[in-house]
Each structure stands twice: as C-alpha cells, then as structure tokens.
C-alpha cells in the first residue's frame, strides 16, 4: 500500500549527529547541534531547574491535564519576561496566549492561527538564510513563504540595504518573521538603530496609521538571555516594535534559556486591541489547538513557572543564563585570538567575535566543512555554521588548528 511513497532526504542536523556518533576518534567535535554544552562538552541542566524540581516533587503534585493554553500560571509569567512588566498589551490585559510545545509549537500555532484569521497577505517572509525549519513549519501550516535578504555573504555580516529593500516591496499586508535576538544561523543581529529603522519600514506605508501597518511582525524569540546573557537587553527589539504601537505575534521557547529541550516549554501570543478582542483570539486559539493535542505537556511548564514566580529563583536562574552566554562569549574570543592573533589564518575573522548567541557562521565553504568532517572529526552543517557551545577550553586549540589547515588547503 506505501509502495508510491518515495524516501525522504534525511534531517541534515540530525544527520551530524550521526557521522558524530559513527566516529571513534578521541579529538572528535559535534558542533551541528543547537543545544549548549558545558566546559567538558556536557549538557547542561541549570542549578535552578533542579532546585525547581525538587519543589515540584515535594509537593507531591498531581498529573492531571492542563488547560487547552496550558499553565495559566506560566502564560503570565513569561509574558512579563519577554514583553516587560511595564508592556502596554500587557497591563491592559490584551495580549492573547498559549503554551506550546516549545518554539516549534508555537511558531505553528502562530502559522495556523494566521493561516486561518490574518486578514492580509497569507505571505509570510523569512530572512535569508533562516532556521531551517521555518519554511517547512510555515508552508505545512498553511502560509505562502517568501524571503528577504538578510545575510551579506561576502562580510558575513547584515545585509542591511537588501533586508530594507526587500521589505519595503513586500506586498501591502504580508507577515514578516523577525529572528529577535540570536539569529539562527547566522549569529548576525541588527542594532538597535537598525532595529528602529525595520520598525519603520514594517509600519510605514507613509499614510497608514500603526493598528493598519504595512505588514505584519511576527517575532521568534528562540534564544532571550542567550545573546547577551541579558533577558532584558535581549528583548529589545521586540519591546520596542510593541512601545511603536506594533501589533505582534510572538513565539518563545525556554529550551535553550532554561535547557528545558526535551520538555517542550514555549508559548505562542498575539497582541490585541482590547480585553475583548483579546477574548475572541484566545477561543480561537483554543479551538485550533484542541484538535491537534489537546493541551500541552505539564512537568517543563511547572519548572518554567516555578523559576518565574519566585525572585530568588528566577535571579539565579538570570545568572545561570549569563554564565552560558559569558562561556560562549569567550569561546568567541579565544576562537578569533588564535585564528588572528597566533595562526595568522588568511582571512577576516572580526565576525566570530561580532556575532551572536549559540551560533557562528564561519564563512568556511561547504568543501571546507566537509574536508574538516573527514580530516579531523568535526563535524558541523554544510553551510559552515557552527554551534560555538560545543567549543570549550579543552578543544578549542584543536579546532582553530583544524580550521587553519582547511583554509590553507
Ligand atoms: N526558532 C529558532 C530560531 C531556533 O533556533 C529554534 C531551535 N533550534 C527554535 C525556534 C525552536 O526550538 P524548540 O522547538 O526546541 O523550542
């Protein structure tokens, strides 16, 4: 009965993992995967997440279903962290929300929830490149995907000029997707002052008023607190496209702030107009979540919620999430160090350091990442993207040596 079922090409992330696993040799280094390793390539589970644990085990609570939107509990809480206490939607109770089933979920609720209410253009636009499995998430969820130029290949840093361009010839209504902070894959982010400018663009269609902008933002927030090691800072772009008058959509995910992956803990919002708006989206939400889940997963969203109501917690926590983004801060600096400073490495290597959050696109050629696969047991994605958390002081010589010899051919 499958016979016309053709075979599908594999993950290409997952596939790292593989050729990683299948290798024997002692020096070998996975940096495919997005997920943060200690000094000693280990994962990571933070301080504060077992001492919520502990809690929640204490309190020998039960294992009923949440609500169809999840820990009502956590849906304010994360709201606060992400939009800031003193967000407008927020204090005036417009901000419509789900938990999720991580970033993932959310960004398909978000593609589903738009597919079926947004009242533009059903276009949604990725930059180029983007995490990879956006377009896939956003076509099967029933959005026409389209890009805009964002990476400069040549100085591997923001294509300024073409991002505005492109943006700026976007049909009348379509839905922008706006990595904000950490962009995955490349580790190159806009400034704040460019930030405002895409803020202008996204609203200005000259005469139109912000609540009929030009298009549609919709922010995917995979990686608060993993760039500067700030949640604060890192939630500038998106506090500010609100503090403009933005209406928004919202995917955040606590996999990698709170190493939370397996557990799935995300959220999707959408800011409203009113309470009353606010309403009618969150029973529309409900009925498009029921039938795909029914609700979400309880354990992870008790341990988000209990680091998030409590301040001593949730001030350890903020310090175990400068400590990850410190460690890969430094990586990126010993990183540049010996590939400018003591191998001489031909080529420019300021972006390693420029660059931010779990990843760094190296600029290395995809024969490059090959030879470094086969030659020296690393292994890292095709385009020459490394995950910098998987660098540490024990592997770190090693790497820049095997990346010398790359280039050098
Ligand atoms: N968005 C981006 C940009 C990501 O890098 C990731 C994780 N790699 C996600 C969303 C979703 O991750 P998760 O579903 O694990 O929260």
């Not at 290409?12 to 990683?20: D, N, R, S, Y």
């Not at 809480?77 to 993932?104: F, M, V």
């Not at 996204?202 to 919709?218: D, E, M, T």
Request: charged share 20%.
């Amino acid at each position: 009965i499958w016979n016309h079922v053709p075979a599908g090409p594999p993950d290409p992330i997952l596939g790292i993992t593989e050729a990683f696993k299948a290798d024997k040799d002692p020096r070998k280094i996975n940096l495919g995967v997005g997920a943060y390793r200690d000094e000693n390539g280990k994962p990571y589970v933070l301080p504060s997440v077992k001492a919520a644990e502990d809690r929640i085990y204490n309190a020998k609570a039960d294992k009923e279903y949440l609500p169809i939107t999840g820990l009502g509990e956590l849906n304010k809480l994360a709201a606060k962290l992400a939009y800031g206490a003193e967000s407008a939607p927020l204090l005036e109770g417009r901000i419509a929300s789900t938990q999720s089933i991580s970033g993932t979920g959310a960004l398909r609720i978000g593609g589903a929830f738009l597919a079926r209410h947004y009242p533009g253009v059903k276009t949604i636009y990725l930059p180029v490149p983007s995490w990879g499995n956006h377009t896939p998430l956003f076509r099967d969820s029933g959005l026409e995907v389209k890009g805009y130029r964002y990476l400069d290949k040549k100085t591997i840093g923001l294509d300024f000029a073409g991002l505005k361009e492109d943006l700026a010839a976007a049909p009348e209504k379509s839905i922008v997707l706006l990595h904000a902070c950490a962009h995955n894959p490349t580790g190159v982010d806009p400034t704040p002052e460019q930030w405002a400018e895409i803020s202008d663009i996204v609203k200005v269609s000259i005469q139109v008023s912000v609540s009929n902008a030009r298009l549609f933002p919709f922010f995917d927030f995979a990686y608060q607190g993993f760039a500067s090691g700030d949640t604060t800072r890192d939630a500038f772009a998106l506090r500010y496209f609100v503090s403009q008058g933005h209406n928004i959509a919202l995917a955040q995910s606590f996999a990698k702030n709170m190493g939370l992956y397996g557990e799935r803990v995300g959220l999707f919002s959408v800011t409203t107009s009113s309470p009353e708006e606010k309403a009618r989206v969150d029973s529309q939400i409900k009925i498009l979540v029921r039938p795909l889940y029914s609700n979400p997963p309880l354990h992870g969203a008790r341990i988000a919620s209990t680091i998030l109501a409590d301040s001593l917690l949730s001030a350890q926590w903020e310090k175990e999430v400068k400590g990850m983004a410190d460690r890969i801060i430094s990586m990126r600096n010993e990183l540049y160090n010996h590939l400018t400073h003591d191998l001489k490495t031909p080529g420019e290597w300021g972006h390693i350091k420029s660059q931010i959050g779990m990843f760094s696109f190296t600029g290395l050629t995809t024969p490059q990442a090959k030879a470094l696969g086969e030659k020296a047991h690393i292994y890292m994605t095709s385009e020459g993207r490394i995950s910098m958390a998987g660098l540490n002081s024990h592997n770190i010589k090693y790497f820049a040596d095997s990346v010398d010899a790359a280039v050098r051919g």
